[in-house]
C-alpha cells in the first residue's frame, strides 16, 4: 500500500473551514484514499473516503488532485468536537486491513 | 448499542500474567481486526480475521500473542506473560463487504496496565 504523509498538528478558528492535506505520491490506479479520525480516547471513526472524484458527506468533503498524488479533507464548519487526530490511508481495496500513519493532530481554538 | 463491543475496557496486571481480551463486532461483519495503539501513535495491525479464518498476522505479533476467533462472530486476544512494553490500547475493528463504504467499525478499545 502506498504511504501518506501528513503535517503533525495544525489549528483550526471554531466556525471556520478545517482544510488537512495529505501527500500521497506513490498512490496506485486501484488505491483509495480514506479518513479516519480519533477522539481521545476512543476508537477511530470513518469519515469519508475517494478513489478519483471529489466526495461529500455529512461530515466532510474529500478533494483529489487530478494526479490523484494529494487530497483534502474539508470540514466546512469546524467545531471544538472536530478537535481529534485525523488519519489519511491509502488501500487498494475496501475490505482490505487498513494500516495508519501518525496522523495530524487537530486542535479546533475556541 | 450495536457497534464493536470490547471487555474488560480496563486491565491492569503484573508482568509475567496472562490476558485475554474479547472483542464482539457488529452482527455480521465477517472481518475482525485487531490493533494496538500506544500513547502518541497511530494504530498499529496487529492481525485480522475473515469468519473464523485468520488472514494475516503482523511480523510484529510476538509469540505470546495468539487470537481466535472460533465460530466466526467474537473473538478473543491472548496475551501470555505480559512484559511491560505490552501496555497499550488493544482495539477491535469490524467491517462487512456488504457495506456501502467498506469502512472499519471500531470499538472503544481495551487498555492494559503491566506494571
Known amino acids: 500500500d502506498a504511504k501518506t504523509t501528513q503535517p503533525t498538528s495544525m489549528d483550526c478558528a471554531e466556525g471556520r473551514a478545517a482544510n488537512l492535506p495529505c501527500n500521497h505520491s506513490?498512490?496506485?490506479?486501484?488505491?483509495?484514499v480514506y479518513w479516519y479520525r480519533q477522539i481521545h480516547s476512543q476508537g477511530p471513526q470513518y469519515i469519508i473516503h475517494g478513489l478519483k472524484n471529489n466526495e461529500t458527506n455529512e461530515m466532510a468533503s474529500l478533494i483529489i488532485t487530478e494526479d490523484r498524488k494529494s487530497s483534502t479533507l474539508i470540514l466546512p464548519h469546524a467545531t471544538l468536537r472536530d478537535t481529534a487526530v485525523y488519519y489519511c490511508?491509502?488501500?487498494?481495496?475496501?475490505?482490505?486491513?487498513?494500516?495508519f500513519g501518525p496522523g495530524t493532530s487537530l486542535s479546533v481554538i475556541p | 448499542d450495536t457497534g464493536v463491543s470490547q471487555n474488560p475496557r480496563h486491565k491492569i496486571t503484573k508482568r509475567g500474567q496472562n490476558v485475554t481480551f474479547r472483542c464482539d463486532p457488529i452482527s455480521e461483519h465477517n472481518r475482525l481486526y485487531w490493533y494496538r495503539q500506544t500513547l502518541g501513535q497511530g494504530p498499529e495491525f496487529l492481525t485480522y480475521?475473515?469468519?473464523?479464518?485468520?488472514?494475516?498476522k503482523s511480523r510484529l505479533l510476538s509469540d505470546r500473542f495468539s487470537a481466535e476467533r472460533p465460530k466466526g462472530s467474537f473473538s478473543t486476544l491472548e496475551i501470555q506473560r505480559t512484559e511491560q512494553g505490552d501496555s497499550a490500547m488493544y482495539l477491535c475493528a469490524s467491517s462487512a463487504r456488504t457495506s456501502g463504504t467498506g469502512e472499519l467499525f471500531f470499538g472503544e478499545g481495551s487498555r492494559l496496565t503491566v506494571l
Open positions: 506513490t498512490i496506485s490506479g486501484n488505491e483509495y
Open positions: 480475521f475473515q469468519n473464523e479464518a485468520q488472514l494475516e
Open positions: 490511508i491509502v488501500s487498494k481495496t475496501s475490505y482490505d486491513k487498513v494500516i
